[in-house]
């Protein structure tokens, strides 16, 4: 890491987010290096150093001002009580887009179906704090809040219940356990420390860097479409693209033919398509973003 004062630096977080942290920075247009057990991936930014941490201390490093930005699930944030300023969300999880969620789980079998059922019991979660706030809240009293290390599915049968994350929610089916309640949904933030948010010329430079990785966000799940249509075709052919942007709508060397451009989502493009082919269009391609900005 380099001692530079207007360097930032920057927390990338190890584990379940390291993943589809580094494959975002790239999507963005960075350069980014990292190899297994070194801890300070390369950037091709001499503006940015990098630094991996888990993300259940990213945010007391952002606090205290050891770091300037890092990238943790909000969960941890809240867990920690940390005074950070939050930059923007940035919508994707350890598989998917989708939030994770923690949530209070009991064995399928179990008589629970409610947490008032639990008084007086023991519960094993990682994130206790926030556990224990939640039963307070509730008026609940327990027996135990368990710290648990991980693997926390499987001491779901030996105690009386667990608070775990979820996203896809194939541990919870793998270990035939059943929701009764949602404690926290979390998704992956930009988080800064409150002075270097302070300095306007580093706010500026981190909200250049929230664009990029948002945008590189946005463009997943969009495509862009190029066509071709004869002119007499085009109002047919605008008619079913979506109202909410207008499309660029190019002429052609053939006076008769004009070229249309457009970015859709993602979703919509194998109805769409067809339909576009029905009403006219020819040379009907589509290309995957990189950036949406
Ligand atoms: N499917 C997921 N499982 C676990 N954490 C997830 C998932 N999706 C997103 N996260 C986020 O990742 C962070 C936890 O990451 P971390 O890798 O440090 O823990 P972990 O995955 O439990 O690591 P370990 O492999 O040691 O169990 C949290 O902020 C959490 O919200
Ligand atoms: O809903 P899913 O998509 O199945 O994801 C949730 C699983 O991921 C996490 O486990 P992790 O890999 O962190 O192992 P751990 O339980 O040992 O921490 C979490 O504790 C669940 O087991
Ligand atoms: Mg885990």
Redesign the pocket.
Known sequence: MTDDPTTLKIGLPK??LQDPTVDLFRRAGYVIEVSSRNYYPRIDDPALSCVMFRSQEMSRYVEDGVIDLGICGHDWVVENGSDVHEVCELKYS??TTRPAQWVLAVPEESEVSTPEQLAGGIVAT?LTGTVRRYFEEKGIELRKIEFSW????VKARLIDAIV?????????VANKLRVIDTILTSTTRLIANQQTWADPAKRARIEDLALLLQGAIAARGRVGLKLNVPREKLEAVLGLLPAAKSPTVNELADPAWVAIEIIVERRTERELVPRLHRAGATDVFSYPLQSVI
């Open positions: 584990g379940s350890r598989a990682e991980g693997a926390t599915e775990d994350i979820t996203e896809t929610g194939s541990s919870l």
